[in-house]
Each structure stands twice: as structure tokens, then as C-alpha cells.
């Protein structure tokens, strides 16, 4: 004769849902840069971008001062 099991109803296991202490966690694990290389990337940030400011402003003066020339409007 087969036995019958005993089935108990519990609770299903849910995952425990702790987003914030695992974002703190890694947050904590994260190397930060240091005070010079945050200071050293944004002064080679703002040199490229004026750099890349002047020769977009140069390249459009060149060409509104062509067109100018050439007597080509829209």
C-alpha cells in the first residue's frame, strides 16, 4: 500500500526584496576617483568642448561668409 504524504500548506518562500541596502553595499564597494583626477578629466572636458565650440562657430561663419559671397540666399 502506497502511504500518503503529508502535504502542508506553508508559505511560499518569497526573495526578500532589499534594493536599498544592496545599492548601499555596492555603492561602498565602488573605488571613487580622487579630488586631482575629477578636477584633471573636467579641465580636459572643458578644453575639448571650447575647442570644439570655436571650430563648429569658425566652420559656420566660413560658410554663412561664402554663401554671402556667392549671393545665395534661402
Known amino acids: 500500500m502506497v502511504k500518503k504524504e503529508k502535504t502542508t500548506k506553508t508559505k511560499k518562500d518569497k526573495p526578500?526584496?532589499?534594493?536599498l541596502r544592496?545599492?548601499?553595499?555596492?555603492?561602498?564597494r565602488v573605488r571613487w576617483?580622487?579630488?586631482?583626477?575629477n578636477w584633471s578629466s573636467m579641465t580636459k572636458i572643458i578644453i575639448?568642448?571650447?575647442?570644439?565650440?570655436?571650430?563648429?562657430f569658425s566652420v559656420t561663419t566660413?560658410?554663412?561668409y561664402i554663401w554671402a559671397k556667392?549671393?545665395?540666399g534661402i
Open 48 to 56: 575639448f568642448t571650447l575647442i570644439l565650440v570655436l571650430f563648429v
Open 62 to 64: 566660413l560658410f554663412a
Open 16 to 19: 526578500k526584496k532589499y534594493y
Open 33 to 37: 576617483p580622487s579630488s586631482k583626477n
Open 22 to 28: 544592496k545599492f548601499f553595499l555596492d555603492i561602498k
Open 70 to 72: 556667392l549671393h545665395i
